[in-house]
């Protein structure tokens, strides 16, 4: 398991597009991924899940991805959320 601490950028957080850019950009990966915000962990790869997280504009995040493939799973996930 391989996880990076971040801060989401995006204006509006990981709300609608924002969220799609993401779960389409590790949905490829065959390892299982996981954003982590306060006490709460959702499916990285799920596009409700993201939304219903409500991950607002400078909210720390943590993503952690475990299995086949996780190195480069995460390196595309952060620069999915540094291109805010």
């Known amino acids: 398991m391989v996880c ?10 990981l709300h609608m ?3 799609q850019e993401f779960v ?3 949905a490829n990966y065959p390892c299982k991924v996981t954003i982590k915000v306060g006490d709460k ?3 990285g790869k ?7 997280a409500g991950i607002k504009r400078d909210t720390p995040i ?3 991805c475990d299995g086949p493939e996780e190195q480069q799973a995460l ?7 540094a291109a805010g």
């Open 75 to 81: 390196v595309v996930a952060l620069k999915v959320l």
């Open 62 to 64: 943590e993503i952690c």
């Open 41 to 43: 962990s959702v499916n």
């Open 24 to 26: 389409s950009a590790v």
């Open 4 to 13: 990076a601490k971040t801060t989401v950028l995006h204006e509006s957080g």
């Open 17 to 19: 597009r924002p969220a």
């Open 46 to 52: 799920s596009i409700l899940s993201v939304m219903a």
